[in-house]
């Protein structure tokens, strides 16, 4: 088990920050999580953590870094369809299925803190705090995976790039990793293109169009939100889908 002034505690205080809706269930959260945490892992960036359909029993919390969910093709191509920041559980899908649902990679050095969950009933008569955590963030990936279809089968260009900035500056906010109105991030170009299922052509005409309406300014490991106000008009964005309270 992990000391008082040991890593776990900003993870999990993360952790609890973004699930307000659990209520009183916050505390015994944090002592389920700091009584079954054992291994801190490092990962270098760009390294696979979970491949798709690989078995794996432990939970890991993010304490800090970038980590990518993606499905890939035969080809080379892949779709990135979420994101992992400080203070997000990974392996959830395969801790109560037996096997991961997507390649999860290291988009950043990442760090995680090892969780060895039990299974079955144990896990939620014994860890109802953990167990309340694993159903809030399978609800969460639910619901961003629903908003990602409707953004890559509705949404055009500019509605797709300006709900993503607007899902980025919440998520990040909901932890305390906004900087004023920037976003710090490790993203590229091509990145965006596999998130939101465009050409990097596409991503590059957007960003420039947000910056000609000074809306949205990219820049390598940033970007500034000029007019935050009018990029969730543009995407019709509502926070109420990622559950931050």
Known sequence: MYRTDSPIDKAAELLRRKMTALNGLADVLVRDVKALARDRVEISANRPIVKENERRSQLYLVESGWVF?????????????????????????SLLFKASSFDL???????????EAPQGPELFERHPGLAAAIAWT??????????????????????KLSHALCELEARLS????????TIELPLN??????????????VNRTF???SEEKIA?????????????????????????????
Not at 69 to 93: F, M
């Open 69 to 93: 969910r993606s499905r890939g093709l035969a080809s080379g191509r892949r779709q990135i369809v979420n994101y992992a920041l400080p203070g997000d559980i990974l392996c959830a899908d």
């Open 105 to 115: 990679t290291a988009r950043t050095a990442v760090s995680v803190i090892q969780i």
């Open 138 to 159: 399978m609800g969460q990936e639910d619901s961003i995976l629903a908003e990602r279809v409707v953004s890559l089968g509705r949404r055009d260009s500019l509605e």
């Open 174 to 181: 909901a932890i305390g990793l906004m900087r004023g109105k």
């Open 189 to 202: 170009q091509e990145d965006f293109a596999d998130i939101l299922g465009i050409s990097v052509i596409h």
């Open 208 to 210: 420039r169009r947000l």
């Open 217 to 245: 300014e990219y820049r390598k490991g940033a970007i500034d939100l000029l007019d935050r106000g009018r990029l969730a008009e543009i995407s019709g964005f509502d926070p109420a889908y990622l559950h931050l309270g």
